[in-house]
Every structure is written in C-alpha cells, then in structure tokens.
C-alpha cells in the first residue's frame, strides 16, 4: 500500500490551531465592540434623566417683601423645596410685568435639585420630613418631572438645578467658527503648495517632517504655546474664544492638510495635461479644475478635524477657557467655555446632581460629533470619483 | 492666425504672488514647531535658572511648600510610564487582534460595518473617557479587589490606564490594519501555495513583514498615550508618588503642567515654572518616538515599495 505523500498527520492539529487564532482575534474585535456599546449604553442611562425635572405647584406672592428677600414669597413649609435661583428671579419678573405686584399665583416651579433627586431615587440630602411632604406633594400631583427645557436655553450656574449648556453651546460655535476660519484656508492653501507647486527640495521636505510632528505633538503642549504666545507675548484676551479657536486652528491644521493632500493627489493627473494643453497656467488649472474636483476629500478631512477640535479639552483648560460663564459670550474676545470644558467642569462639582448633568453634556458633545462624522462619511461616499 | 497673449506677463506675475502666498501658508507648520520649542524653552531655561536641573531629573521628591519647595520629577515620570505601560499592554495586544480580524479574516460587509463604528471610537473625545473613567471603571476596580480583599485607591493607575488603552486601540488598529493590507498578496500566495493554513501565513510571513509598520504603530500610540491629558487630570491621583502599586494612586507630567497652570500662582514662579520643564521633557519624548515611528514607517515602505500609507 502506497502511503500518500500530502498525508501530514498534524493537520488536524493545525487546523485547529488556525481556527484557534481566527477566535482569538474575533474575540479582540468583540471585546472593542462591546466596550462602545457599552460605553455608550452607560452614558445614555446616566444622561438620560438630565432630560427631565423636578417642578413643584406652589403659591407664589408677589410682594414688595418678595423683591427684597425673594424666600418670602413661597409659603414657609415650601421653602427648602423651591429652588434659590429661581427665585432670585422675581424682582426681575415684577419689573417686566408691574402688574404681577401684589398677586398671589399658584405656578409650577422649579424644585431644588434635593427633590430633584429624591424624584429620580438617586443619592440625595433631603431631610425625613421633608422627604414625607415631597411623598405627600407626588400623590397630590403638585410634585412632578418636567420636560427639562432650562439645560438647553440656559447657561453654568453653581446650583445644579439651573445649570444649562447653552453659554457651553454658543462658546463652542464662536470657538469653532474662528479655528475653521483660520485652518481651512491655511490647510488648503498649504496642501495645493506641496501637491500643485512644491519642488522636491530640502524646504518641501522640512514643511513635510514638521507637518507630521505637529500631527502627534500632545495637544497640551499646543496649550503651553497659546498661554505663552497668543496670552503673554500678544496680550490677546484670556479664556476668550478668539485665543482658543487660533490654539485649535494650529492643531486642526495638519489634520486638514494631510486629507487635502490626499484628495488633491487622486485627482488624475490627465485633467492638469489637458489644461496645459490648452494654454492655462497653473494657477487656472489648480483653481479652476483640480481643486474643484478634490473639494469633496478636502471637506470631508475638514468635517473631521472640526470634530476633533470640537471635543479638544486639555490646550483649552490651559488657556483659561474653563471660567465659570453664566451667559452667553457675544463676541470673540469675551471670556467663554466650550462644551468639554463644562463638562470637565461639572464632573468636579461635588452635588450629585451634576452627575447626570454631565452625562447630558457628553450625550450632546457625541451626538454633534457622530452627526459630523456621519456628514463626512456621506460627503465621501457621495462624491467619491473613481477614475 | 493665432494671437499673441498680450497679457501673458502680468497673468504670469500674478501666478508668482499666488505661489508666494502658497508658500507662506506653508511656512505656518514650520512657525508653529518652532513655536511650540521656543515658548516651552525659554519659560524651561527661567525655570532651571532657578531650580537644579540634576535635581529635577533624578530627585525622587517632588514637593511645593511656601518657603521651600523641590523639584525632583521621578515620581512623575514613573506615575506616567506606569500609566502608559498598562494602556499598552491593553492596546496593543486588542488592536493588533482587531486589526489582523480586519484585515485577513473579514469579509467586505464585515469591514464597512466595523470601520465606522471603530471611527466612532477613535472620535469620542478624551473628556468623555475621563469621566467614564473616573464614574464607571474606577469604583468597578475598587469593588472588584474589595473582593479578595485588597485595598485599591479611587484614583488608582490601573483605571487610568486601561481607560487609556482603550482610547488608544482606535489608533493601533487603524495604521496596524493599513500596515497588514499593505503587505503584498504575493507573499500571502506564496505560503498558501506551500500549504500553510491561514493563520501560519498570517503569524510566519505577513506580521514579520509587517513587524516595522507595526512598531511604528505601537510608538505611536506610546506616544499618544503620554501625552494624553484628560483622562489623567479626571482619574488619576495629584500626589507624585513612587510605587510599583497600580493600584494606588500616581500622578503624570500633563496632570502636573494642568495642575500648576490653572492655579492662581505668579506666573514666574517655580510652581508654575515647573509646567514648562515638564512640558519640554513631554515635547522631547513625544518627538523622539515620532521620529522613530517615521523611520519606521519608511522603512516599511521602502522594502515593499509602497506609495501610499
């Protein structure tokens, strides 16, 4: 009997072996996948009462005694239910409507973030007594959650209960619009240098090596420069987002310059002959012909590093930019906070009260970011050439 | 027949103003280095002016008092390799795994479904790691050893770090996966064709071939890992302590430079002096491994005559 030369009795065992490792590596990829989920799953459930608060229905007095101590107006036993801050709104109230003075009106209003909390059933500091009105309060459906418009429409506060994003969210925008402002033009026009004009010389190459550092250099250094720099040597504002939007505009650069370089070099090189051909200058065919077709690469690298920035915490903290804003910032040189930043600075709060607050915070920071990139991946896939 | 451009010169002066433009934007990368190097540098050099350098490289004690303060930064420095080993030893085993899964073993919808959600993870900004960090896994670790009875600190390293490793997986998997594709398939035939399985010619021919564009990854996430910032300053201790304990708490450089730059001190103090040095031995590490990674990469490149990547 001829024994068979391709007969190799290991084989089971190395078949084993391979579906051995093909597991293992499958078990890597699932355990990076659960963690999103997760993570995700983890921060939406703590988010996710940010959504509602506590109102009381109480008698409100509009007295002149009110407007000079504004605790006088709640009824004595609804004192440590209602929130401080709220009422610290009513001399501003009678003034926009005189006709209020002297009027009693039974209102849902805003519930310290005690009874807020014990609503919620999470950890809180309400007294036993108090505890049993809130009990009481609930059943005659003068104590309830409320839809939480206030996060939204208002700005930081120190009292967990009023504490909005807004200031954060207007922050971030004028923050942004400058870094865009600013790295858009200077990536692209920097990218279509290397790709359309460079030659091939020691300076070319230098920008290149510096691009690429600048590309992994920890963003806390880029802090270090626009505290020293921007702040100290240009006196620019402090905390403003003018100095916070040149800080994240160097270190959005690289990113914008290293897509646009790419998308500027699938463009074929067939279009720049045919220009040539006909008698345009370089100038005309990058301007009118290449970049025109590169532009949707160039976005998409764009959409992305306005991501980044939107979510850049540490160069931001060292330049100021987590004062405590209770308004929304006007303009570019006024002292503002942006969206990381307040949530680093609630998660410090010591109330648990803001422990949901920032989760809120993080949920609005990763749905901006995941529709952003959801933008890029569309750009690309839509206006994807292929040659 | 054919006309002469008459505007031929002036069109080709205003092309030179463009490419000197260009060029100008070009020099903002170079300015910005060097910007970063100077002002790190000088506020460094006022900082040595007034405290050892010899004693800020080797001194085992790190302490700010009113009168007297030291300034030794080895417990620091050992706060953030302790940190950033863990991270590591994380990150790297799970993003060589998720990238050899991508590359070899996945099919086409697989990929497009994978890709995106790892984009996600690479994109949630550090901010958020931190206070998962500092909310979820940090009292999970204290639990956990509560349970056999050892005693771990709220802010320990071991959260930090492996809250760290897992920012750091996107980025290993990433350039790992494009290192692995690159790989040319005729070596993937090659030792098909000699009859080695699947996972032989992935372990014996492509990852030692891929072995320098897979260093270059792993620096690079070293790197990152070191100079990552927020996750430190929300879980990690402020207390420079030297311990081989990850349990206990240890602080990094980027938490001491926030530390003493968010204080209300006089900004030529040596408290606030410190962050700067701390920040040119940062600036210098994280150069140092982007050069090696560069290298690294190129030598790939060249080997396999590669052009993009």
């Not at chain 2, 040595?48 to 417990?75: C, D, M, R």
Request: include cysteine; aromatic fraction near 10%; proline fraction near 5%.
């Amino acid at each position: 009997m001829t024994s068979n030369p391709f007969n190799d009795p290991g084989l089971a065992k190395r078949h084993r072996k391979a579906r051995r490792f093909r597991r293992t590596t499958q078990l890597s990829i699932a355990v990076t996948m659960s963690f999103l989920l997760f993570f995700l799953f983890d921060m939406g459930r703590t988010a996710y009462p940010a959504l509602w608060q506590a109102y009381v229905e109480v008698e409100i007095t509009y007295s002149k005694a009110a407007t000079r101590f504004t605790s006088m107006a709640v009824g004595k036993d609804y004192r440590p239910l209602v929130s401080r801050a709220w009422l610290r709104n009513i001399p501003k109230k009678i003034e926009a409507d005189p006709s209020l003075m002297d009027t009693t009106q039974t209102q849902w209003v805003l519930a310290t973030a005690q009874v807020d909390q014990y609503m919620k059933e999470h950890h809180n500091t309400l007294k036993p007594d108090e505890a049993v009105q809130v009990e009481a309060l609930r059943e005659q459906g003068k104590v309830a959650l409320h839809w939480n418009t206030r996060f939204f429409s208002r700005g930081d506060s120190k009292i967990p209960e009023y504490a909005g994003i807004l200031s954060a969210i207007v922050g971030s925008v004028l923050t942004l619009i400058v870094t865009m402002a600013l790295a858009f033009p200077l990536g692209v026009m920097t990218a279509v240098y290397l790709e359309e004009f460079a030659r091939d010389n020691w300076f070319t190459r230098f920008v290149e090596v510096n691009i690429n550092n600048l590309a992994s250099i920890p963003s806390i250094l880029f802090g270090l420069l626009g505290l020293s720099v921007f702040i100290n040597l240009f006196g620019l504002p402090r905390s403003s987002p003018l100095v916070g939007g040149m800080t994240l505009a160097l270190m959005t650069l690289p990113i914008i310059i290293v897509s646009a370089r790419a998308a500027l070099r699938s463009v074929p090189a067939s279009i720049r002959q045919a220009g040539y051909g006909l008698g345009l200058t370089r100038q005309n065919i990058v301007k009118d012909h290449v970049l025109p077709v590169a532009m949707p690469g160039v976005l998409t690298g764009s959409i992305i590093g306005l991501a980044q920035a939107m979510g850049e915490t540490a160069p931001l903290i060292i330049i100021g930019m987590i004062a405590f804003i209770p308004d929304a910032p006007g303009s570019f040189t006024e002292a503002a906070t942006v969206l990381p930043a307040q949530v680093f600075t609630w998660s410090g709060m010591p109330e648990r009260a803001f422990v949901e607050k920032t989760a809120a915070g993080i949920m609005v920071i990763l749905l901006v970011m995941m529709t952003l990139n959801a933008a890029a991946i569309y750009l690309r896939k839509k206006y994807e050439i292929k040659w | 027949m054919f006309q002469t451009d008459t505007r031929k010169k002036p069109l080709f002066r205003k092309e030179n103003l463009t490419v000197a433009a260009l060029l100008l934007a070009s020099t903002l990368s170079i300015i910005t280095t060097i910007g970063i190097l100077f002002s790190i540098l000088f506020q460094a050099i006022e900082f040595f002016k007034l405290q050892s350098f010899w004693t800020f490289i080797t001194g085992t004690e790190w302490y700010v008092g009113h009168n007297k303060s030291v300034f030794g930064a080895v417990p620091i420095f050992a706060g953030t390799f302790m940190i950033t080993a863990i991270a590591l030893l994380v990150a790297i085993p799970v993003g060589l795994g998720n990238a050899i899964y991508l590359s070899e073993y996945a099919g086409k919808k697989t990929r497009n479904t994978l890709k995106p959600m790892l984009e996600i993870l690479a994109g949630i900004p550090t901010v958020v790691y931190g206070f998962f960090a500092a909310l979820t896994v940090a009292p999970a670790i204290v639990e956990l050893f509560e349970l056999i009875g050892i005693e771990a600190a709220y802010n320990s390293a071991l959260a930090c770090g492996l809250v760290m490793g897992v920012m750091i997986v996107p980025v290993i998997t990433s350039l790992s996966d494009d290192v692995l594709r690159a790989v040319p398939g005729s070596q993937r035939n090659a030792s098909f064709a000699l009859g080695m399985t699947h996972s032989e010619t992935i372990r014996h021919i492509i990852l030692p071939s891929a072995v320098p564009g897979i260093i270059s990854a792993s620096l690079l996430g070293f790197s990152k890992a070191i100079g990552e910032t927020m996750i430190v300053v929300m879980a990690a201790g402020l207390r420079p302590n030297l311990t081989w304990n990850p349990l206990e708490d240890m602080t990094t450089v980027t938490v001491r430079i926030v530390d003493s730059l968010v204080g209300d001190q006089a900004f030529d103090s040596p408290y606030t002096l410190s962050a700067f040095a701390l920040g040119l031995v940062l600036f210098v590490i994280t150069l140092v491994l982007n050069m090696i990674s560069l290298v690294q990469i190129r030598k790939f490149k060249k080997k396999y005559q590669i052009n993009s990547l």
